[in-house]
């Protein structure tokens, strides 16, 4: 399994990831230079926190190998697609009820600010190709992909 590796020494808060996602996301196609950075439709998956030292701190679903969030969906709105091994949400089935945003570990799993009737996760920008547009928008090569493997088998 692909997963999104952070080296937070490498960032510098410049949130390039957070436009790119968040031009992936959009309702309208279109190029970041028409992107509304104030528009609530507009909302990346992740967050650039700073350290309160200077640095930056980005936070990433990790897609979990056995996820919290999943094992506390009782709709069945989020799963662990096989054989990816990424998280994914379906706000069809989603219940409403935010037990995944309290059971997520790293604090990823966000209500939407808009509406609040839905989650806001890292969905590895599944068809856009091999990598996500967060690392692929790094200009400081702070993201990186890494296969992810536990007992041999990939995870």
């Known amino acids: 399994m692909k997963r999104i590796f952070i080296d937070k020494d490498k960032c510098d808060g410049c949130k390039n990831c957070t436009i790119a996602c968040m031009n992936a996301h959009r309702e309208k196609p279109g190029t970041i230079y028409d992107l509304d950075l104030t528009d609530l439709k507009n909302e990346a998956r992740h967050e650039i926190k700073s350290d309160g030292r200077g640095g930056y701190v980005p936070l990433f679903c990790r897609h979990c190998s056995e996820p919290d969030c999943v094992s506390s969906c009782m709709s069945g709105a989020l799963k662990k697609e096989v054989p990816s091994g990424h998280v994914q949400y379906d706000k069809d089935r989603c219940g409403k009820c935010f037990m995944c945003v309290m059971n997520c570990p790293y604090g990823n799993i966000k209500p939407d600010r808009l509406t ?40």
């Open 116 to 155: 609040k009737s839905r989650i806001i996760k890292c969905d590895f920008c599944i068809g856009d190709g091999e990598e996500p547009n967060c690392v692929k928008a790094c200009p400081k090569k702070a993201l990186h992909i890494e296969e992810v493997f536990w007992q041999g088998v990939a995870v």
